[in-house]
């Protein structure tokens, strides 16, 4: 079993930055592809951005590629997800997501991410 927490959300104007960290407990962090997913009111959850283990592999949603950055402290068991000149639009419950069927492949689909923390919001003003 993997155990995620995110933390790190809030509430910030237009412009602002936040960076989200998701703690991991449990079995290997280091061996899974980490991703983040958000979740806007009445919207589908949708991917933002995954790594592989050693960050070799990494993927972003259009939306927010050149904005945010993930990365990752496997010494720490820490995914973090740094987002810079936020928008209104970025508003969601952001999840940490586990893919423990592979250390390597970035996939983006959340229903093949087996481990799922709790969520984080994240409130953008304009």
């Known amino acids: 079993q993997v155990q995620l927490v995110e933390s790190g959300g809030g509430l910030v104007q237009a412009g602002s930055s936040l960076r989200l960290s998701c703690a991991a407990s449990g079995r290997t962090f280091s061996n899974y592809v980490m991703g983040w997913f958000r979740q806007a009111p009445g919207k589908e959850r949708e991917f933002v951005a995954a790594?592989?283990?050693?960050?070799?592999?990494?993927a972003y949603a259009d939306s927010v590629k050149g904005r945010f950055t993930i990365s990752r402290d496997n010494a720490k068991n820490t995914l973090y997800l740094q987002m810079n000149s936020l928008k209104p639009e970025d508003t969601a419950v952001y999840y940490c997501?586990?893919?423990?069927?592979?250390?390597?492949?970035?996939?983006?689909?959340?229903?093949?991410?087996?481990?799922w923390g709790q969520g984080t919001q994240v409130t953008v003003s304009s």
């Open positions: 997501a586990a893919d423990s069927t592979t250390s390597w492949v970035v996939r983006k689909k959340g229903s093949q991410y087996d481990y």
């Open positions: 790594m592989g283990w050693i960050g070799a592999s990494t």
